[in-house]
T-cell receptor, first 120, second 114 residues
Framework: NAGVMQNPRHLVRRRGQEARLRCSPMKGHSHVYWYRQLPEEGLKFMVY????????ESGMPKERFSAEFPKEGPSILRIQQVVRGDSAAYFCASSPPPKTGDSVVQNEQFFGPGTRLTVL | KNQVEQSPQSLIILEGKNCTLQCNYTVSPFSNLRWYKQDTGRGPVSLTI?????NTKSNGRYTATLDADTKQSSLHITASQLSDSASYIC?????????????FGKGTSLLVTP
């Protein structure tokens, strides 16, 4: 059972370009989370998705950022018109559906290796 | 202000020695607390997860403790190895009305030297 896959591992973009980051969850996992880690900072929650649904996007910047988790295929984090401040490591995590009676925050999350975005 | 504070920020120890990392949190109401290990250039890997009713949990040479009254947790590493060099992150979740609620500390950077 492969772990969480992210690609590309490294992405370089010039200011104004678009960045697309992909995340394939572990087999059987229907919950996906995206996090951003700035240099010398802790991980910050961005968005929580289930298949075809955005459950919580309270951590997403209001503009330029969007995320999706389609019925088929990987989850995509899309950043339009990138700026230098978007340079960071972006991590995806996945978890299985919570057990009956549990909330999703009790689920263990499995992280991918991250995509390091550099904006020139 | 971050609701999860970790100390020390960084730590250097000799191989074979023990060490203890601290985590204080102000998150409430509390659901669970996790410790993750993050190697440089990698994603975090879960070490332990504890609910408010658990005081201690072990995973090999890693032992986590939790005092929900004082809102403190510690991660004790026994007989350190060079491969323990990494960032150790404390993560606290709380019970939210809806959606998702995890709060990450900035981590303690541990270096184990020969």
């Amino acid at each position: 059972n492969a772990g969480v896959m992210q690609n590309p591992r490294h992405l370089v973009r010039r200011r104004g370009q678009e960045a697309r980051l992909r995340c394939s969850p572990m087999k059987g996992h229907s919950h996906v989370y995206w996090y951003r880690q700035l240099p010398e900072e802790g991980l910050k929650f961005m968005v929580y998705l289930q298949k075809e649904n955005i459950i919580d996007e309270s951590g997403m910047p209001k503009e330029r950022f969007s995320a999706e988790f389609p019925k088929e295929g990987p989850s995509i984090l899309r950043i339009q018109q990138v700026v230098r401040g978007d340079s960071a490591a972006y991590f995806c995590a996945s978890s299985p559906p919570p057990k009956t009676g549990d909330s999703v925050v009790q689920n263990e999350q499995f992280f991918g290796p991250g995509t390091r975005l550099t904006v020139l | 202000k971050n609701q999860v504070e970790q100390s020390p920020q960084s730590l250097i120890i000799l191989e074979g020695k023990n060490c203890t990392l601290q985590c204080n949190y102000t998150v409430s109401p509390f659901s669970n607390l996790r410790w993750y290990k993050q190697d440089t250039g990698r994603g975090p890997v879960s070490l332990t997860i504890m609910t408010f009713s658990e005081n201690t949990k072990s995973n090999g040479r890693y032992t986590a403790t939790l005092d929900a009254d004082t809102k403190q947790s510690s991660l004790h590493i026994t007989a350190s190895q060079l491969s323990d060099s990494a960032s150790y992150i404390c993560v606290v979740s709380w019970i939210a009305n809806s959606g998702y609620a995890l709060n990450f500390g900035k981590g303690t950077s541990l270096l184990v030297t020969p």
